[in-house]
């Protein structure tokens, strides 16, 4: 059964950078597009972006001049950050599996909040 | 980007009932959309692939049809399992988006 953990810190001062970390158990990491897609409170789904186990990415235009994702194979973990943070990066943070572009796999998900 | 919308946003069922969900995209994206399960504090789960395939293991009461900008997400009869939020998802064109969901809870 695969298995997806989010983690990092939930409370990021404005300005800062956002760094989460989504470890994959149960499974291969190999293979595979892995998404982070967020969701503020209230409002729907924003996908972020895809790493793939290569390291090639494609990032959501929005957000692209401040995300940066990465991959560590051997840790079975995939990384976010998201540099110069503001309230409006307050959301829950998922982390995804897709083969193509479904997705089939997906964390439940971790509260970052954006306050001084 | 592909904007997708979904109607209605909320909804109110009986067990034994049957929902249905729309949702439509802004442009033609054939059948590269898909339907997910969402509870609080839980992993969304992908119930309908490529706008009609069911995932395996969903139960044959969730059903998903439609192509290009218009799909549409049903139940056939509506299970206490069932109340959550469903929401779709385009994938024809990155970057992918979602629409907004549809909360379907107990009547």
């Known amino acids: 059964q695969v298995h997806l953990q989010e983690s990092g810190p939930g409370l990021v001062k404005p300005s800062e950078t956002l760094s989460l970390t989504c470890t994959v158990s149960?499974?291969?990491?190999?293979?595979?597009?892995w998404n982070w897609i967020r969701q503020p409170a209230g409002k729907g789904l924003e996908w972020i972006g895809r790493i793939y186990t290569s390291g090639s990415t494609s990032y959501n235009p929005s957000l692209e001049s401040r995300v940066t994702m990465s991959i560590d194979t051997s840790k079975k973990q995939i990384f976010l950050s998201l540099t110069s943070v503001t309230a409006a990066d307050t959301a829950v943070y998922f982390c995804?599996?897709?083969?193509?572009?479904?997705?089939?796999?997906w964390g439940q998900g971790t509260l970052v909040t954006v306050s001084a | 980007d592909i904007q997708m919308t979904q109607s209605p946003s909320s909804l109110s069922a009986s067990v034994g009932d049957k929902v249905t969900i729309t949702c439509q995209a802004s442009q033609d994206i054939t059948n590269y959309l898909n339907w997910y399960q969402h509870k609080p504090g839980r992993p969304p789960k992908l119930l309908i692939y490529e706008a009609s395939n069911s995932q395996t293991g969903v139960p044959s009461r969730f059903h998903g049809s439609g192509s290009g900008t218009d799909f549409t997400f049903t139940i056939n009869g509506l299970q206490p399992d069932d109340f959550a939020t469903y929401f779709c998802h385009q994938y024809a064109i990155l970057p992918f988006t979602f629409g907004p969901g549809t909360t379907v809870d107990i009547k």
């Open positions: 995804a599996r897709s083969p193509q572009s479904i997705f089939d796999h």
């Open positions: 149960g499974g291969s990491i190999s293979s595979f597009y």
